[in-house]
C-alpha cells in the first residue's frame, strides 16, 4: 500500500508565497518521478510541475518563473514553493507519484487527496 500525503496549502494573498509538501510512505520499492497537479472548479486537472528522480524538472506555462518544484534528500518528499500567488492559482493542487510498489512488477501512478489553495485579498 502506497500513500501520498499532501501539506502546506491554505488561504494567501495575492503576491504572497506558499510551500506545498508531499511525502510518500507504504510497501515502496522505488518511486521515479514525483509531480504537482492542480484543479480548479469548473475546469480540468492540469500539471504544475513534474521532477524526475534524477532531478530534472518541468512545468507548466501558467507557472513558469514563479514555481519551483523539488525532491528531498530521501526521493520520497517533493516540494513546491509557489510565489507571486494570483487568485488564477485557486485551486485544489495534488501530488503524484509514480511508484513501484513491493510486491508488484511495475511503476504505478499514485495520487495524494489534494490540498485546498486560495488566493484571495
Known amino acids: 500500500q502506497v500513500q501520498l500525503v499532501e501539506s502546506g496549502g491554505g488561504l494567501v494573498q495575492p503576491g504572497g508565497s506558499l510551500r506545498l509538501s508531499c511525502t510518500a510512505s507504504?510497501?515502496?520499492?522505488?518511486?521515479?518521478?514525483m509531480g504537482w497537479y492542480r484543479q480548479a472548479p469548473g475546469k480540468q486537472r492540469e500539471l504544475v510541475a513534474s521532477i524526475t528522480s534524477g532531478g530534472s524538472t518541468n512545468y507548466g506555462d501558467a507557472v513558469k518563473g514563479r514555481f519551483i518544484v523539488s525532491r528531498g534528500n530521501g526521493k520520497l518528499t517533493s516540494y513546491l514553493q509557489m510565489n507571486s500567488l494570483t487568485p488564477e492559482d485557486t485551486a485544489v493542487y495534488y501530488c503524484?507519484?509514480?511508484?513501484?510498489?513491493?510486491?508488484?512488477?511495475?511503476?504505478?501512478?499514485?495520487w495524494g487527496q489534494g490540498t485546498q489553495v486560495t488566493v484571495s485579498s
Open positions: 507504504g510497501t515502496i520499492f522505488d518511486i521515479n518521478d
Open positions: 503524484n507519484a509514480t511508484v513501484w510498489a513491493r510486491g508488484t512488477t511495475e511503476y504505478r501512478a499514485y
